[in-house]
Nanobody, 115 residues
Framework: QVQLVESGGGLVQAGGSLRLSCVAT????????MGWYRKAPGAQRELVAT???????NYADSVKGRFTISGDSAKNTVYLQMNSLKPEDTAVYYC?????????WGQGTQVTVSS
């Protein structure tokens, strides 16, 4: 069974850093697009960042300059380095992977930023 396994969430003070990791298991296929989305309480899930073919990146305006997405397409892994965290970054962060119509989601990891 193919699944995305996330790790790295937690509680941090404003201005701090966290690193999220995600790996796709149970498949030999390489996802060409992997990324992170987040859902805050009372809000819709939104894009944070994506990486295509392990090189081309895309960021939400709200995280540009603070977050960095990276990945290894050969290993189906993606990371999100989050610096200068703000209370408004508090959300459940979801890993996502896409390939040929397959759209896979992780279970989510909580990130809480205290002021």
């Amino acid at each position: 069974q193919v699944q995305l396994v996330e790790s790295g969430g937690g509680l941090v003070q404003a201005g701090g850093s966290l690193r999220l990791s995600c790996v796709a298991t149970g498949t030999i296929f390489r996802f060409n697009v992997m990324g992170w989305y987040r859902k805050a309480p009372g809000a819709q899930r939104e894009l944070v960042a994506t990486i295509t073919s392990g090189t081309s990146t895309n960021y939400a305006d709200s995280v540009k300059g603070r977050f960095t997405i990276s990945g290894d397409s050969a290993k189906n892994t993606v990371y999100l380095q989050m610096n200068s965290l703000k209370p408004e970054d508090t959300a459940v962060y979801y890993c996502n992977a896409k390939l040929n119509g397959i759209n896979l989601w992780g279970q989510g990891t909580q990130v809480t930023v205290s002021s």
